[in-house]
């Protein structure tokens, strides 16, 4: 049998496949470009898709928000506790409620927040790839660490490095924004690691804050805040921010953190002592819970007016918006001088403003967060008089009388007087501009007069220089009393000498006897018969006026006198004593002060003084003084505590009352205290304390002087 000799030899299948190799790598190398390329797009595409998801995610998140505020470059974690931003004391930075928070974070290693964290686990960790937003709720405690989640999941992501970058801005529709600037980075080996210099995607985006951007009447509450610790002087549209302060948002602490990731975030530095900054945007996503909001009123100028809690859903009423006005008037510091500029200026309460929106549209605002009400002052200078006319007065600033032809340095009333030079300047002295003292019941103003007795004369007469003018007072005819023991042997005195105060007191010819005896001047006078001279089975009764002719003679009550015309007005001393009675329901009961203190509470603190809550303390008691021999007391005894300032009228309570048997009241100026018990004799004794405390806000010295103590006594 014939074998087949035919095949191929061993050197020929040798050089086929040299020559198939050949081939196949020249084939190659001209695919292997274009499976370069193909790798290359669709990176890139996969890039494109990656940045555009989380923009819309971003958007989802935002878009509708409620209220926003974004702290750009923020080292550390923000106090948000209970939802509100807070500062360094612990109250509300913002009035603003939030339930989210997204986190911007360029510079830790991805995934880093969590627990599980493995720099071997992904390609994007062995590659130390950077950048992400983060996404937590906002409850009680402030950010929830627990909910921290990278925004998309942090597979979205890949294996590229991130950066964000997110502030307000306006439209051309001048309608707020919020925009989000997009870079990714793909990654390239370096032999040893990987570098990061290639941008594959860059996208800035614009995002219409539509509840914000909304001005009708239940969307009028909601805000977007920006602060920021860096400047853009090429754009300032850009940066529609403040400087971020962080006393003003205060930094949170924790005692721990469920990652090495959340425990850098709260110390603002990594691992290598590397600085993080965030930036964060908190956003109010839905509704907060229904609770009370609170609405602090101040002035433009940061001095608080007022602060009150109102139910969630309510309006601010207008009976409020009229208390709020008076007491913004009544801090108008009128012609002032401006300390930073040494200008004279004038200031005068304008309008309110919520956001910068008249609190007269924003009233019909369902209310729901926190909101700041602030006065808004005009103030405008004061311009140079040509010249002042002065006017000084007889009176010291206490209002004390000083004499005929005695006169206060400090002037009455200064008018400038501005030539035609000034808008609505003349030159002119006119009527209205000269006002008159009020003087008092024994002083009558009469005419203003200068240095050389020539009186004035105003009617729009032309002014060349500064002129002075002095006031001219009329005696009013008076009627001098003299108080003497009464006629009595066992009253402690000499019968018919003055009493030991040695009082004598002048008032009005025609002064009616009931003001007489409500005088301040009378009250002293009286505790010395009630307290001091008056024997212990005696009590005052009324006071007697005496005959001026005949000084043993008693003419009647001071009360039966309708006025004190039928008396002496040249000088001469008219005599008055007290009646006194014996004492009905036995035992001598006296009266003693124990205290009367002023202890003003703190209230709040302005930038130039403290303001204080008034408040005194009075403690008192009455004895009955009988000897052994002597009566028990059984009955009823009305003491009067008399102040110098109407106090029921400026709103002061009576609180914390003590006393067995007794009822207390305050009506005007006086606090009545009705007593009625038993007194033993030798020493039975009765106490009683009360306090005055005043809910309004006054400078320390005017907190001591509401409760001035005019003095007491009993009847």
Not at 12 to 18: A, F, H, K, N, P
Not at 236 to 248: E, F, M, N, V, W
């Given at each position: 049998?014939?074998?087949?000799?035919?095949?191929?030899?061993?050197v020929?299948?040798?050089?086929?496949?040299?020559i198939?190799v050949m081939?196949?790598g020249?084939?190659?190398?001209?695919?292997?470009?274009?499976?370069?390329?193909?790798?290359?797009?669709l990176?890139?595409?996969?890039?494109?898709?990656?940045?555009?998801?989380?923009?819309?995610?971003?958007?989802?998140?935002?878009?509708y928000s409620?209220?926003?505020?974004?702290?750009?470059?923020?080292e550390?974690?923000?106090?948000?506790?209970?939802?509100?931003?807070?500062d360094?004391?612990?109250?509300?930075?913002?009035?603003?409620?939030?339930t989210?928070?997204?986190?911007?974070?360029?510079?830790?290693?991805?995934?880093?927040?969590?627990?599980?964290?493995?720099?071997?686990?992904?390609?994007?960790?062995?590659?130390?790839?950077?950048?992400?937003?983060l996404?937590?709720?906002?409850?009680?405690?402030?950010?929830?660490?627990?909910?921290?989640?990278?925004?998309?999941k942090?597979?979205?992501?890949?294996?590229m490095?991130c950066?964000f970058?997110?502030?307000?801005?306006?439209?051309?529709?001048?309608n707020?924004?919020?925009?989000?600037?997009?870079?990714?980075?793909?990654?390239?080996?370096?032999?040893v690691?990987?570098?990061?210099?290639?941008?594959?995607?860059?996208?800035?985006?614009?995002?219409?804050?539509?509840?914000?951007?909304?001005?009708?009447?239940?969307?009028?509450?909601?805000?977007a805040?920006?602060?920021?610790?860096?400047?853009?002087?090429?754009d300032?549209?850009?940066?529609?921010?403040?400087?971020?302060?962080?006393?003003?948002f205060a930094?949170?602490?924790s005692?721990?953190?469920?990652?090495?990731?959340?425990?850098e975030?709260?110390a603002?530095?990594?691992?290598?002592?590397?600085?993080?900054?965030f930036?964060y945007?908190?956003?109010?996503?839905?509704?907060?819970?229904?609770?009370?909001v609170?609405?602090?009123?101040?002035?433009?100028?940061?001095?608080?007016?007022?602060?009150?809690?109102?139910?969630s859903?309510?309006?601010?009423?207008?009976?409020?918006?009229?208390a709020?006005?008076?007491?913004?008037?009544?801090?108008?510091?009128?012609?002032y001088?401006?300390?930073?500029?040494?200008?004279?200026?004038?200031?005068?309460?304008?309008?309110?403003?919520?956001?910068g929106?008249?609190?007269?549209?924003?009233?019909?605002?369902?209310?729901?967060?926190?909101?700041?009400?602030?006065?808004?002052?005009?103030?405008?200078?004061?311009?140079?008089?040509?010249?002042?006319v002065?006017?000084?007065?007889?009176?010291?600033?206490?209002?004390?009388?000083?004499?005929?032809?005695?006169?206060?340095?400090n002037?009455?009333?200064?008018?400038?007087?501005?030539?035609?030079?000034?808008?609505?300047?003349?030159?002119?002295?006119?009527?209205?501009?000269?006002?008159s003292?009020?003087?008092?019941?024994?002083?009558?103003?009469?005419?203003?007069?200068?240095?050389?007795?020539?009186?004035?004369?105003?009617?729009?007469?032309?002014?060349?220089?500064?002129e002075?003018?002095?006031?001219?007072?009329?005696?009013?005819?008076?009627?001098?009393?003299?108080?003497?023991?009464?006629d009595?042997?066992?009253?402690?005195?000499?019968?018919?000498?003055?009493?030991?105060?040695?009082?004598?007191?002048?008032?009005?010819y025609?002064r009616?006897?009931?003001s007489?005896?409500?005088?301040?001047?009378l009250?002293?006078?009286?505790?010395?018969?009630?307290?001091?001279?008056?024997?212990?089975?005696?009590?005052?009764k009324?006071?007697?006026?005496l005959?001026?002719?005949?000084?043993?003679?008693?003419?009647?009550?001071?009360?039966d006198?309708?006025?004190?015309t039928?008396?002496?007005?040249?000088?001469t001393?008219?005599?008055?004593?007290?009646?006194?009675?014996?004492?009905?329901?036995?035992?001598?009961?006296?009266?003693y002060?124990?205290s009367?203190s002023?202890?003003?509470?703190?209230a709040?603190?302005?930038?130039?003084?403290?303001?204080?809550?008034?408040?005194?303390?009075?403690?008192?008691?009455?004895?009955?003084?009988?000897?052994?021999?002597?009566?028990?007391?059984?009955?009823?005894k009305?003491?009067?505590?008399?102040?110098?300032?109407?106090?029921?009228?400026?709103?002061v309570?009576?609180?914390?009352?003590?006393?067995?048997?007794?009822?207390?009241?305050?009506?005007?100026?006086?606090?009545?205290?009705?007593?009625?018990?038993t007194?033993?004799k030798?020493?039975g004794?009765?106490?009683?304390?009360?306090?005055?405390?005043?809910?309004?806000?006054?400078?320390?010295?005017?907190?001591?002087?509401?409760?001035?103590f005019?003095?007491?006594?009993?009847?």
């Open positions: 049998m014939k074998s087949n000799k035919k095949g191929f030899t061993l020929e299948l040798i050089i086929v496949s040299t198939m081939i196949m020249a084939i190659l190398n001209f695919i292997q470009p274009m499976n370069n390329f193909y790798s290359r797009t990176y890139n595409s996969d890039a494109n898709d990656v940045g555009s998801i989380l923009q819309d995610y971003f958007e989802k998140e935002v878009r409620l209220n926003m505020c974004i702290l750009e470059g923020y550390g974690v923000p106090d948000v506790t209970g939802g509100y931003l807070r360094f004391n612990g109250k509300k930075a913002i009035k603003q409620k939030f989210d928070v997204i986190i911007i974070d360029n510079n830790s290693l991805r995934g880093r927040v969590y627990s599980t964290y493995d720099e071997n686990k992904t390609a994007a960790h062995r590659k130390h790839a950077t950048g992400a937003l996404k937590a709720k906002v409850g009680a405690a402030g950010i929830d660490m627990d909910t921290l989640n990278i925004l998309g942090e597979e979205l992501y890949s294996d490095r950066e970058e997110a502030y307000l801005n306006i439209d051309d529709a001048k707020k924004c919020i925009t989000l600037s997009s870079k990714l980075w793909k990654p390239e080996g370096n032999g690691g990987y570098d990061f210099n290639k941008i594959i995607f860059n996208q800035t985006r614009d995002f219409e804050l539509v509840n914000i951007n909304l001005r009708d009447a239940d969307k009028m509450m909601y805000s805040e920006y602060w920021t610790t860096r400047v853009d002087p090429n300032t549209l850009k940066y529609l921010a403040q400087t971020l302060d962080y006393s003003k930094r949170a602490t005692a721990s953190a469920p990652s090495d990731g959340i425990s975030m709260y603002g530095v990594d691992s290598r002592g590397v600085t993080l900054p930036t945007i908190f956003y109010t996503k839905a509704e907060p819970e229904t609770e009370d609170v609405v602090s009123v101040n002035t433009d100028e940061g001095v608080s007016i007022d602060e009150k809690s109102y139910t859903g309510s309006l601010i009423s207008d009976s409020d918006i009229t709020w006005t008076n007491t913004a008037k009544g801090m108008e510091r009128g012609a001088t401006d300390a930073s500029t040494g200008e004279r200026k004038f200031e005068e309460f304008s309008h309110f403003e919520v956001n929106v008249d609190l007269e549209t924003f009233k019909s605002t369902i209310l729901t967060n926190d909101i700041e009400v602030v006065a808004i002052y005009s103030r405008r200078v004061i311009p140079t008089p040509d010249y002042i002065s006017f000084y007065d007889s009176y010291d600033d206490l209002h004390n009388w000083l004499g005929h032809g005695t006169y206060n340095s002037s009455y009333r200064e008018v400038p007087i501005y030539g035609i030079a000034c808008e609505d300047g003349d030159g002119n002295l006119d009527d209205d501009e000269v006002s003292p009020s003087g008092d019941e024994l002083h009558v103003f009469d005419h203003w007069e200068d240095a050389s007795g020539n009186p004035l004369v105003a009617g729009g007469r032309a002014v060349y220089f500064n002075s003018y002095y006031a001219v007072y009329n005696d009013v005819p008076q009627v001098v009393f003299g108080f003497r023991y009464a009595e042997p066992e009253i402690g005195g000499a019968e018919g000498s003055l009493l030991a105060s040695g009082a004598t007191m002048s008032v009005r025609d009616t006897s009931s007489f005896l409500a005088d301040p001047q009250r002293p006078i009286e505790l010395e018969v009630q307290n001091g001279i008056r024997p212990y089975n005696k009590e005052f009324y006071w007697e006026i005959d001026p002719s005949d000084p043993d003679t008693v003419l009647g009550k001071v009360s006198l309708a006025d004190f039928s008396l002496p007005t040249d000088g001393v008219v005599f008055i004593q007290p009646h006194l009675e014996d004492t009905p329901t036995g035992g001598t009961v006296q009266m002060n124990d009367v002023c202890n003003p509470e703190y709040r603190w302005t930038p130039t003084e403290p303001y204080y809550y008034p408040k005194a303390n009075v403690r008192l008691h009455i004895t009955n003084e009988d000897p052994w021999d002597g009566n028990d007391f059984s009955g009823t009305t003491i009067k505590v008399k102040f110098k300032q109407d106090l029921e009228s400026q709103g309570q009576l609180i914390n009352t003590n006393g067995s048997g007794a009822t207390f009241s305050l009506s005007a100026d006086t606090v009545t205290i009705v007593y009625t018990g007194l033993t030798c020493g004794r009765a106490e009683f304390s009360f306090d005055l405390r005043c809910p309004n806000e006054y400078v320390q010295a005017d907190a001591n002087k509401l409760f001035d005019d003095g007491m006594y009993m009847e």
